[in-house]
C-alpha cells in the first residue's frame, strides 16, 4: 500500500542499497537487509510501476571474489526479474569516518589521511590503496566501477543533448555490456583512460 501510495504521488524510482550478493558479507558489514529482501523490493516497485535503482559494493575487508560473483549474479537475477530494475553501480569500497565499515578499514590495516589537506578530495578513486587487495585487485574495482555505471541490464539508453555525444555514450555503453556480459575487468586500458579523464575533469576523488 505504502509503495502504491508513493507512486500515486509521483513517485517515479526508489534508490536501494543492495551492497553485495553474499550473505558473509552482508552480515560482516552489519546490513540488517538479506538478498531476499532485493528480490521483495524489486517485485514491490515494478507492482506499483516505479524503477527500482541499486547500487552496490565490493572491496570489503575479508571478501573473496566468489563474494563478488555473487553480488555481479544477485545483478542479473533482479535484472530478469523486471525491466524496471537498474543497476546504478557497483562502488568500490571508500571507507569513511563514523561507519562501522571504518572502523573494520583500520583494523584491516587501512590508514586514513592524518591531516586536514589529506581529506581534500578524498573519494573512491583517490584512496591510494586498501590493503587487503592486491594492487591488481584494487585497480579492476575501478573498472568495475566505470562499467557499471551505464546501463549494462535491461537495455536503457539515456538520451543525450547533441548527436557526438550520443554516438560516444552509445559506443562506451556497447562495450560496458559486452563486458559486463563476459566479466571482462582485469585488463580494460580504455576504461582506466575513462577513469583518469574523469577525475582530470571533475576533480580529484570523483
Known amino acids: 500500500e505504502e509503495v502504491r501510495l508513493l507512486r500515486r504521488s509521483g513517485c517515479f524510482a526508489l534508490f536501494f542499497g543492495g551492497e553485495s550478493g553474499s550473505t558473509k558479507i552482508l552480515e560482516s558489514i552489519r546490513k540488517r ?3 531476499g529482501d532485493c ?3 524489486v517485485d514491490r516497485c515494478r507492482q506499483a510501476g516505479i524503477d527500482a535503482v541499486f547500487s552496490f559494493m565490493v572491496g570489503f575487508p575479508g571478501e573473496t571474489r566468489e563474494d563478488v560473483a ?3 549474479d544477485l545483478i542479473d537475477a ?9 543497476c546504478k553501480a557497483i562502488w568500490r569500497l571508500c571507507p569513511f569516518p563514523g561507519t ?3 572502523e573494520d578499514a583500520v583494523r584491516a590495516g587501512y590508514e586514513p589521511p592524518s591531516s586536514l589537506e589529506g581529506w581534500d578530495g578524498y573519494g573512491y578513486l583517490s584512496i591510494p590503496q586498501l590493503p ?3 594492487r591488481a585487485r584494487f585497480r579492476e574495482y575501478a573498472i568495475v566501477n566505470g562499467i557499471t555505471s551505464y546501463e549494462i541490464v535491461n537495455g536503457w539508453r539515456f538520451r543525450m543533448p547533441t548527436r557526438p555525444r550520443q554516438v560516444l555514450y552509445d559506443i562506451v555503453t556497447a562495450n560496458a555490456r559486452m563486458r559486463w556480459r563476459m566479466r571482462l575487468f582485469r585488463w580494460a586500458p580504455e576504461w582506466r583512460l575513462r577513469n583518469f579523464l574523469f577525475q582530470e575533469w571533475f576533480g580529484k576523488g570523483t
Open 33 to 35: 537487509n538479506d538478498i
Open 39 to 41: 528480490h521483495v523490493a
Open 70 to 72: 555473487r553480488t555481479m
Open 78 to 86: 533482479l535484472a530478469r526479474r523486471t525491466h524496471r530494475f537498474r
Open 100 to 102: 562501522d565499515v571504518f
Open 132 to 134: 587487503w587487495l592486491s
